[in-house]
């Protein structure tokens, strides 16, 4: 499976040890940035992330900043990514398997390193879980997805 992984300056640190430890479970990684923890914009690395994955160059996408919100915010921009942000296992797993994200957000500034590549590991290893509930709210979130300007304008209407 590939995985595009992403942060900011404030997830620099953290990105490196995940990579380091998920290579060495045997994960195929591609670093898109920011290499360096000068301070930089959340959105150029999301979406850089979100597109690999939206396009199928990547199958999952990882990202982390501060809090995991902004870049779960600006992942989600891009159509085709359903970006979840967690700060713990289980929430990764259920956002896997229930809803079939595909990009999962951490927070250096809120999660351990330890607790970041268990969630990492969680997310990447769960399988969405299909069954007729769970897919039809994620093809509901697609129908979304896709109307995205008329839902802006006029309000969804699933």
Not at 38 to 46: F, G, H, K
Not at 61 to 77: P, S
Not at 102 to 131: H, Y
Request: glycine residues 10%.
């Amino acid at each position: 499976m590939k995985v595009a992984i992403g942060s900011d300056h404030a997830g620099v640190a953290m990105k490196a040890s995940l990579i380091a430890s998920l290579r060495l479970d045997g994960w195929e990684l591609t670093d898109v940035g920011a290499h360096i923890e000068e301070s930089c914009d959340y959105p150029e690395y999301a979406v850089a992330v979100a597109r690999q994955v939206a396009s199928g160059e990547a199958d999952r996408g990882v990202l982390i900043c501060g809090t995991g919100v902004g870049m779960a915010i600006a992942a989600n921009k891009v159509r085709g990514v359903r970006a979840a942000s967690v700060s713990e296992p289980v929430s990764a797993a259920l956002a896997r398997s229930h809803n079939d994200a595909n990009v999962v957000c951490l927070g250096a500034r809120i999660v351990g390193p330890e607790v970041a590549l268990e969630v990492v590991r969680a997310f990447l290893s769960t399988a969405f879980s299909g069954g007729e509930r769970h897919t039809r709210r994620v093809e509901q979130i697609r129908r979304l997805d896709n109307r995205r300007d008329d839902v802006a304008a006029h309000g969804p209407a699933v």
